[in-house]
């Protein structure tokens, strides 16, 4: 039984922040060091981000809150809001963001509608209250009083993937469920000025958004195109327990994101990648028809030029030897929904698995023009890839991302279009 995401659709709050004006204010801080300063700058310009968004109105250069508890305008100063105050305004703001979220995500799934949901899964670590989430959307958006109802909480980057993984395990044992899967993550809540460089590279990268979609049994309708929800698989890295992590503090959640994060996803990437594909035969049947067609034409390359050798040409020594698995990986997976953590995480991950540019485009574009939001973020690249010109019915799409652990979520999935 084929089970299926449909009506992904995402929600960011109308307060834009530029990045380079944020650069700015923060680099023009009280109390930081020149070295701080220097990380400030660096940060901000290699985030690969131009614009972001918050649910804090007040972080504009002509607010003119009277009372500002964030940012006072006047002075340019970021100010220290106790995790009180930040938790309140998420409180207010989150729900705004989950209820929109899961309203167009209904509005944009043909032949379903609130009567049809049996099962809510939200998810969030940016902050709490209870009732949560999960209950004001089954409030506001009229579902039934007996809808199931499930939160996953301060897991960090990579919730959204267990979070459709627990939807078709619902579906799988019920195939008359329809699971509403929304994320909303209010980062810029808890963004600090510091000289701290974990706390430096955080406020260059996060930002607020909501995600949701739809899972069920029920295939696309004509038109539509979704997501066959494949395999899932989760992987713990040998190393980086410490590199990312997430914890509350007085002043708000402290994040913990290390330099080395982008090293350790480099070196454990391929590793974390192999139990996925050894689920699924007609992935690893095309990949390895791709690594024999690859050795085949570097053999033949190989004896072009062991031949031109002959005649004062490539000498032996610079002929290729091996195929590259990277090549394959793109050939036989048309599409990669990678959770872009920071640009160096994605050039990484470019680099190591041998994928094109093009492949990265839908995740580079996420965090050009959102920033990294978090559990939500793989939602909105996953929804860039599903309206790109390119894709077409019966494309694979690998989604991974990365969070505190350090944990990589993967999964598999194929375009239908109905």
Request: some cysteine.
């Amino acid at each position: 039984m084929a089970v299926t995401l449909r009506a992904l659709q995402t929600v960011v709050p109308p307060t834009v922040l530029v990045q380079e004006q944020v650069r700015d204010i923060f680099a023009a801080q009280p109390g930081l060091s020149r070295l701080a300063q220097r990380l400030v700058t660096a940060s901000f310009n290699l985030s690969g981000i131009d614009t972001r968004h918050t649910v804090i109105e007040e972080l504009t250069l002509d607010s003119q809150a009277p009372e500002p508890q964030f940012f006072d305008a006047t002075t340019q100063r970021l100010l220290v809001p106790g995790t009180w105050v930040r938790n309140e305004l998420y409180i207010e703001q989150a729900t705004k963001l989950f209820v929109e979220a899961g309203r167009r995500a209904l509005a944009a799934c043909p032949g379903l509608d609130a009567g049809d949901i049996t099962h809510v899964v939200t998810v969030s670590c940016t902050g709490f209250y209870a009732p949560g989430p999960d209950y004001m959307l089954v409030r506001e958006l009229g579902l039934a009083p007996s809808t199931q109802r499930y939160h996953l909480g301060f897991m960090g980057c990579y919730a959204a993937m267990p979070a459709l993984r627990t939807a078709k395990q619902f579906v799988l044992a019920d195939p008359s469920a329809v699971v509403l899967v929304v994320s909303a993550e209010l980062c810029s809540l808890h963004l600090r000025t510091s000289n701290d460089p974990d706390t430096i590279v955080a406020s260059s990268l996060f930002s607020d958004g909501a995600a949701a979609g739809i899972v069920s049994s029920r295939a696309p309708v004509a038109g539509e195109t979704a997501l066959n929800l494949d395999h899932f698989e989760t992987v713990i890295t040998p190393v980086g327990e410490g590199d990312m992590a997430w914890k509350i503090g007085d002043e708000g959640f402290e994040m913990v994101l290390s330099s080395y994060v982008p090293h350790i996803i480099d070196e454990h990437i391929e590793s974390a990648l192999a139990p996925l594909f050894g689920r699924d035969e007609s992935l690893t049947l095309a990949l390895a028809a791709g690594v024999v067609a690859e050795a085949d034409a570097v053999t033949v390359q190989a004896q072009e030029q062991q031949s031109q050798s002959v005649d004062g040409g490539a000498s032996p020594g610079q002929v290729l030897t091996a195929a590259t698995p990277g090549s394959a990986l793109s050939t036989a997976i048309a599409h990669w929904a990678i959770h872009p953590g920071g640009r160096s995480i994605l050039d990484k991950t470019e680099a190591k698995l041998g994928l094109t540019e093009a492949q990265l485009v839908p995740s580079r574009e996420t965090l050009r023009t959102n920033g990294n939001m978090s559990s939500a973020t793989i939602l909105f690249v996953m929804k860039e890839i599903l309206e790109g010109a390119a894709t077409a019915d019966g494309d694979r799409v690998c989604a991974m991302a990365f969070g505190p652990g350090l944990t990589v979520e993967s999964g598999l999935m194929t375009v239908q279009r109905g």
